[in-house]
């Protein structure tokens, strides 16, 4: 486990460099480690290693794991796409934060189970701002224009009373040069900005901003990430 903490240690030097060069407190930072793929016991290791928070992307991995590794003193995050009809499971797995709700539809279903098993869930609204057609995601892409007609059915989202909104996510296309992935990340800063006036949250008003991975998460740093989802330079190629 010599190079997990390694590892570990790699990551959150960069993340403080890269927080420095942009004047912002590394402390401000959540990394969310993701355990996709991998096991139990790597995640136990990772626990002990330090890590807080660990992300997955498919609840029917994520359920036995979580049953697995426990919910003591460590976060869950559900950040992969989740069809509504998964709700349920999604609702009772007892996520932190759910990263990837992308329709008034999954918002409401989650709404109404986590209501059901006495909790308010925790969400994050996942965005498309680079318009390429296979992202999840709200097609937030062209700017407040756009946006205009995607208030209505986030101002309903915001009404629901078993989940709550904390900011948002963005997932930037594959590019060579992880500075290329930058302007995606400003949009979604952009974004949160516009949503800070025009539908205000009580508590936080919109904080989180989740984006940025293994190949870009300095350039998301530098835009004012607050959450990043970091798998390969920690754990390794997944096989
Ligand atoms: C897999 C995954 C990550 C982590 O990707 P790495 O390139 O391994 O850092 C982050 N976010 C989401 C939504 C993912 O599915």
Redesign the pocket.
Known sequence: MVSLSANISKVRDRIAAAAQRAGRDPSEITLVA?T?THSAEVVRAAAEAGLRDF?E?RIEEAAPKIAAVGRGDVHWHM??HVQSRKALPVARAGFALVHSVDSLKLAGRLSRYATETGRVQPILLECNLSGEVAKEGFAAWGGPARWETLLPEWEKIRTLSGVRLHGLMT?APIVPESEAARPVFQRLRELRDYLRAQLPLAGGNWRELSMG???DFEAAIAEGATIV?????IFGE?G
């Open positions: 993701v996709k992300g992307n950040i992969g997932m991975m293994t190949d989802r970091i798998g390969r330079a997944r």
